[in-house]
């Protein structure tokens, strides 16, 4: 494999590969063997495969620059060709299905390969193209708009992230003029984001009632792969995090207010967690990613294997640059096997959690695609693939020394302290989108109250410093999971949770690596239920594992603030 920089970009001939794929399927339906069945499914899954690593690659680059007007338009097209390409898809699925060869398929593929294919079919259809390509469209425009989104602050050019370092500043003047300049960025495009989000709410409730669906909730639901619960299950997880999460991250902010000696925190001071500033990283985005790269050497074969290919092929953007898309992702490229990496370096103690986080998705795309019968089989379900990201932020902890210095006390409380802190805000996300689309009418002006009276029920202690637009309900315009990802970010809660009772079987001196290079192991080979059970993680939905978290964490914090300086 060549360097990602390297690799050759070719707009995939659809017309070519679905005709390519109709003689594969023609030859799976005449199978007279196992043998033969398997050898023309593995051809058209290969097909699938190949269009999508083109399309990865185009995505990335444009990421890398929201203007490249090449790229842009590549986006475009694979807007407007994939749903189309869905649909023969679809009718390899439904082959499958029917196929005399099934069991055999399924013992070697796993049956919950064929729970989603049968959940493919569902939900494509030739009714809904037109609306998957509209919506398609609008999360372009809206990840464009952010992007284009910049403020001259402090005498440099600072987008939505750039701002962020300086609301951990230890100058609280500053504080409160980052967030400031942060949220009247936001006011200030607010209008088009509720027209865009407009626009998607109509548009995948549209698509939910065409394919039969009571609400876009039952469809969604469905579209994640969420078969083994329900939304009232998930209300009665967000009520045990409001029982047992919300009073103890109330105790965490009181003790961190009076730690930097304020009366009330207000949302910028919410990151500073020591008077005398925060721990940062030491180091260039390339001496930081050399040092990721011992780390993971030193952590064990596997991962050293890893990090050592993401290096020598350059699997990662790291640096912040104008018109570069916001946040960051990890990517799969499966032509190759290979994990991508993107983020927004800031200077902050995010930055590692990029190469935690992130890299713990790209590990298990790399250690599982090289030992599954099906690469197509490399990821789960969300649940479970942000259990591979967080419980690898704090696997990681042993070797923070080397990024933080005689700071590293500091980091590993307050990264800690933070991982449960966000649980509440993660939930508020999950039932404002719930309230949303059980009130798909509702105007922009009554989405913001539906926020903060949200906000207010699990984050009692959120105060905007009287900013206007904040106060009345804007802050959930800065979530780009709920434009572009929909219903996804209960699935960092639950998975945070799991990644707690993970570190806690390693804190206690149990074998938590096992379990965790198992749980990366299976991919999407099981359902949800079942990969925790396998792993031998305890399901997070249940308020006896809130509970059981909440209380290992109040301990496990207290010693870590003991040693933080």
Known sequence: MEKFKDLVYTRPDVAKAKKEYSAWLKKFKKAKSFEEADEAFTAFTKITETVATQQVIASVRNTMNMKDEYYDGEIKFFNRAMPKLMLVVKAAGKAMLDSPFRPQLEEKYGKHFFQDTETQIKLVKPAVILDMIKESNLTTTYSKTAAACSVEFMGETCNFYGLLKHMQSTDRAER?????????????????????????????????????????????????GRYDYKAEDVAAFREAVRKYVTPLCERMFKAQAERIGLDKLEWYDEDLMFADGNASPIGTPEELTEKARLMYEEMSPETGEFFNFMTEHELFDFVTRENKHLGGYCTFLADYKAPFIFSNFNG?????????HEAGHAFEAFYSSRRLPMTM?????????????????????????RFFGDKTGRYLFAHFCDAFKTIPYLVCVDEFQHKVFENPSATAAERRVIWREIERKYMPWRSYDGNEFLEGGGFWMQKQHIFLYPFYYVDYALAQLDAFSLYRIKAEGGDAWSSYLKLCSMG??????????????????????????????????????????
Request: glycine share 4%.
């Open 176 to 224: 409160k003029a980052a967030f400031e300049a942060w949220a009247k960025l936001y006011e200030g495009v607010s209008d088009k984001l509720d027209e865009l989000y407009d626009k998607l709410v109509k548009t995948r409730c549209r698509i939910a009632k065409k394919l039969g669906f009571k609400s876009y909730i039952d469809y969604v639901y469905l579209a994640r």
């Open 348 to 356: 902050t103690s995010a930055d590692i959690d990029v190469l935690t």
């Open 377 to 401: 089989l490399t990821f789960s379900t969300s649940e479970i693939n942000e259990i591979h990201s967080m419980t690898m932020e704090m696997f990681a902890y042993p070797y923070m020394e």
């Open 524 to 565: 999407g080979m099981y359902g949800y239920f079942e990969t925790l059970e396998r792993a031998g993680i305890p399901l997070p939905l249940k308020p006896e594992t809130v509970k059981e978290v909440a209380d290992f964490v109040e301990k496990q914090a207290l010693e870590l603030k003991d040693k933080a300086n």
